[in-house]
């Protein structure tokens, strides 16, 4: 089992910054992939980017289109914690982020199902 917990949200105005972290615990590898996903209200829950990484030291990243140029997803120093740093916020982006997780490499983070999920963070962003 793998055990994630988000931290890092919060309100922010519209043009401001935050940045997400997850904390991966339990039975954690040298390979993984994490993901951070976003629900809105009334709307399907999307992924927004994706990190891989192999033990031979291979990464692949994935951002939504809506993700491109002002978020950026990387892996602490410690390699258990993800980060989503998001920036130029605008009021779509007020969601619930979750970070997901499995245990593998892909090429192909969008398109891999997550085993493992954390309880999720808000994120407001007001106009």
């Known amino acids: 089992q793998v055990q994630l917990v988000e931290s890092g949200g919060g309100l922010v105005q519209a043009g401001g910054s935050l940045r997400l972290s997850c904390a991966a615990s339990g039975r954690t590898s040298s390979t993984g992939t994490i993901g951070w996903f976003r629900q809105a209200p009334g709307k399907e829950r999307e992924l927004v980017a994706a990190?891989?990484?192999?033990?031979?030291?291979?990464?692949?990243?994935y951002y939504a289109d809506s993700a491109k140029g002002r978020f950026t997803i990387s892996r602490g120093n410690a390699k258990n914690t993800v980060y989503l740093q998001m920036n130029s916020l605008n009021p779509e982006d007020t969601a619930v982020y979750y970070c997901?997780?499995?245990?593998?490499?892909?090429?192909?983070?969008?398109?891999?199902?997550?085993?493992?999920w954390g309880q999720g963070t808000q994120v407001t962003v007001s106009s």
């Open positions: 990190i891989s990484w192999s033990a031979s030291g291979s990464s692949k990243t």
């Open positions: 997901a997780a499995n245990t593998y490499y892909t090429y192909i983070p969008a398109r891999i199902p997550y085993d493992y």
